[in-house]
């Protein structure tokens, strides 16, 4: 059974910054790419963030580009989410998934808040 639990999240102000974590179980972690999306209030869930299983490989949405940065430790079946220069348009429920066997995600967290203040 595959299992993502999400932390880290929290109340910062503008400016600020913050590091989610997500630990995974039930899978092979090395072998999965592993992602970051978001849901604001009212908003449909977007994509922020992945790491790639094979060769490394990083996307971001245009949004987070600079400011964000997506990292793993497979040894610890972990990936991050490292997020600076917060705005308040980054408040949002933050999830983290798992691609499934067909290439989509199939696995998802319970998710984390995170609340920037302006």
């Known amino acids: 059974q595959v299992q993502l639990v999400e932390s880290g999240g929290g109340l910062v102000q503008a400016g600020g910054s913050l590091r989610l974590s997500c630990a995974g179980s039930?899978?092979?972690?090395?072998?999965?790419?592993m992602g970051w999306f978001r849901q604001a209030p009212g908003k449909e869930r977007e994509f922020v963030a992945d790491a790639r299983w094979s060769g490394g490989g990083f996307r971001y949405t245009d949004s987070v580009k600079g400011r964000f940065t997506i990292s793993r430790d497979n040894l610890k079946n972990t990936v991050y989410l490292q997020m600076n220069s917060l705005r308040p348009e980054d408040t949002a429920v933050y999830y983290c998934?798992?691609?499934?066997?067909?290439?989509?995600?199939?696995?998802w967290g319970q998710g984390t808040q995170v609340t920037v203040s302006s």
């Open positions: 039930g899978l092979t972690f090395s072998s999965v790419t």
């Open positions: 998934a798992a691609e499934g066997p067909h290439g989509a995600y199939e696995y």
